[in-house]
Structure formats: structure tokens, C-alpha cells
């Protein structure tokens, strides 16, 4: 369970028409312009009296919260992080941040896997952190409970932005390859420094899909016909694009891959120590919750049949919030007349 902060209506810059969140979402910034989001966020947090601990001490905490973000390491590079939001026993707070790099894999035919990891490192190396081989279990294979693993390749990125810079080539290419919620899209376009789609040119989706289909039409035996000789002559007469086969992991949400990866969930507690980057430790002898203050509400709104609500043309009717489990008021309209 992840709570998003709450954005920001900025009003439109007279020279283009768009919004800053509009400019944000195309890529017309830099990491001068992520860096200060960052910065206005942690003040934010600051107010509410989570303060970042960076010390060595040891903080034990209950987590209720978490939320992607960006911090600077000592070189003054962005990097991705994951904001985790801590109450302690006393009921007082605090936050760490959590630096982890995003990644996703990358597949491709065995005999050309060095071909593409060197490909991948030259033309994405503006991006990509660093490019690694690896084996994992892959459901798609015919006899994976044999305990067969696939060869992939492991494609990790400083920030979420570069990621979603290499992705967004993927996805303008053939949309309908790569599958990604649309509330998580624009939940990283919100975060992140996105090109144009004119500035987009690598067809790469385009080519995983055609190399789908010619992968399931290809025999077993035509594999184990192929010599090395005719696979390295192919491999310098085709394009590199053609032997990239699939794409995984690409539309995992950040905080959620951290979560996973770290086995970091909500409403545990931890010992935390604030250094870089911090620790995390569960504390399963602590059963008892902490004493929270809940606050639940609900939005109705007008809407188009089959369409989501959209804030430009759909009315708000009616707004209720409890909280502790109390009803304590209901605002109608957008004039927001109270009901107590």
C-alpha cells in the first residue's frame, strides 16, 4: 500500500500554452527542474514532521508510507530513490531514503547475447547504468519445471527518468506490445523527464514483436541445424534491433519493485539506521500497532459512459470523509456546502 503526495495545479506558461506538468511529461526540463520537485517535497514532509534521519543511530519505527523520489549522491548525481515514512512508538516521525537502481530485461537467442549487450551498452549508453547477464526462471518455456533457466539480460538505470527514456522508445514504436497500466504511466510520467514523441526514432518495439512471431514459427531442429558460422555471419548482416525477442519486467511500478526486491512492506515495524544508503531491519517481536489517526474518504463525480473521471469536463457531486470511523462531514457540489 502506497499513498501518492498530492500534486500541485501550476497555472500555464503564457510563451507555449502548456502547463508545467505538461512540460514536465514531454521532457521540456532538466534535472535542475527534478531536483527542485525534489527538494519541495522533502519541505513538504519536513512540515508534516517527517525529517530525513541520516543518522547512525538506530530508530525503531512502524512504516506507513513510502513514495518514489530522487536524491543527489556524493558525485552530484541524481539517483532514484524510495522514500520510506516511519512512526515511532512516542508518535513521533521521520523518513529515510532508500537508493536503489530500476531495471528491467531484456531477451534475445544465445548465440548473439554478447552482440547485444554491447549493442545495448553503446546505443543506450547515454542511460543505462550498467548492463548485466544473468539466469532466471522463465514461465514461458515449455519445461521450466525441470528447473531450466532463461538467459536474460539485466538493463539498470541511475533513475527512473533514463529508464522510462529507453522504455518510452519501445512503447511509441508498437504500443501494443508493451502492456503498462495507464494509472502507472502517468503515475512515472509525473516523476520523470520524458523526450517527445518526435524525438523518439529507435523502432524497437516494432522489431521484438516481428521477432516474436519468427520465433514461434522456428522449429526446435532449425535451432540445432544452425552452426555457429552462419549465426555469426547473420549476426553481421542483420540488424541488431531483429535479435532482441522480448522485454520483461518493463511496467513494474519503482516502489513496488523496491518493495519486492528489499522484502520491504506497510504496517511492519523496522530498525533503521539513516546511513547511505540506510538499513532496514524487520522487527517481528513487535506486534502492537501504533496509535493512527485515519483518514478515509470518497469522490463522487459525473462521467462519460465506459470513461474514466476527467478533472477538465466532469463535476464533482459530492465528497464524504471519516475519519477514526466517525463521519464527519460531507461537502456537495463544487461550491463544497458541509453536511455535518
Not at 531514503?97 to 548465440?111: A, G, L, N, Q
Not at 547475447?113 to 547477464?133: M, N, P
Not at 523527464?193 to 521477432?211: G, H, Y
Not at 478533472?311 to 457540489?333: E, H, K, P
Request: aromatic content about 8%.
Amino acid at each position: 500500500m502506497s499513498f501518492q503526495r498530492f500534486k500541485n495545479f501550476s497555472s500555464n506558461d503564457s510563451s507555449t500554452g502548456k502547463s508545467k506538468d505538461q512540460r514536465r511529461q514531454y521532457g521540456e526540463g532538466g534535472s535542475d527542474h527534478r531536483l527542485q520537485t525534489a527538494l519541495e517535497n522533502d519541505a513538504v514532509d519536513q512540515k508534516y514532521g517527517f525529517a530525513r534521519h541520516k543518522e547512525h543511530s538506530e530508530r525503531v519505527g512502524w512504516l506507513l508510507n513510502m513514495h518514489s523520489t530522487e536524491i543527489l549522491d556524493d558525485d552530484k548525481r541524481l539517483l532514484s530513490a524510495v522514500d520510506f515514512y516511519f512512526l515511532e512508538e512516542d508518535g513521533s516521525r521521520f523518513k529515510v531514503s532508500m537508493p536503489y537502481r530500476p531495471y528491467f530485461y531484456v531477451i534475445t537467442h544465445d548465440e548473439v547475447l554478447q552482440d547485444i549487450t554491447t549493442f545495448l551498452s553503446k546505443k543506450f549508453g547515454g542511460q543505462i547504468a550498467s548492463v548485466e547477464v544473468i539466469k532466471k526462471e522463465d514461465l514461458d518455456l515449455d519445461n521450466h519445471l525441470t528447473g531450466l533457466k532463461r538467459t536474460l539480460i539485466k538493463l539498470s538505470f541511475m533513475t527512473s527518468n533514463d529508464l522510462m527514456k529507453v522504455r518510452l522508445c519501445l512503447a511509441v514504436a508498437c504500443p501494443k506490445l508493451v502492456r503498462g497500466a495507464p494509472t502507472h504511466e502517468q503515475m512515472m510520467r509525473q516523476h520523470c523527464d520524458l523526450p517527445s514523441r518526435a524525438q523518439v526514432r529507435q523502432p524497437l518495439l516494432a522489431a521484438v514483436r516481428r521477432n516474436r512471431e519468427v520465433a514461434k514459427s522456428r522449429s526446435v531442429y532449425a535451432d540445432l541445424l544452425d552452426t555457429p558460422a552462419s549465426a555469426s555471419d547473420a549476426s553481421k548482416t542483420q540488424d541488431n534491433f531483429d535479435k532482441i525477442i522480448d522485454i520483461r519486467e518493463y511496467d513494474v511500478p519503482y516502489h513496488v519493485r523496491v518493495s519486492i526486491d528489499l522484502r520491504i512492506t506497510v504496517g511492519r515495524w523496522y530498525s533503521v539506521r539513516g546511513s547511505t544508503p540506510p538499513t532496514l531491519t524487520h522487527r517481528p517481536d513487535i506486534l502492537v500497532w501504533p496509535d493512527c489517526i485515519v483518514l478515509a474518504y470518497d469522490i463522487e463525480t459525473t462521467k462519460l459512459p465506459l470513461k474514466f473521471p476527467d478533472s477538465a469536463s466532469d463535476q464533482i457531486m459530492m465528497i464524504s470523509y471519516m475519519i477514526d470511523g466517525q463521519v464527519r462531514g460531507i461537502l456537495l457540489g463544487r461550491s463544497a456546502s458541509l453536511i455535518s
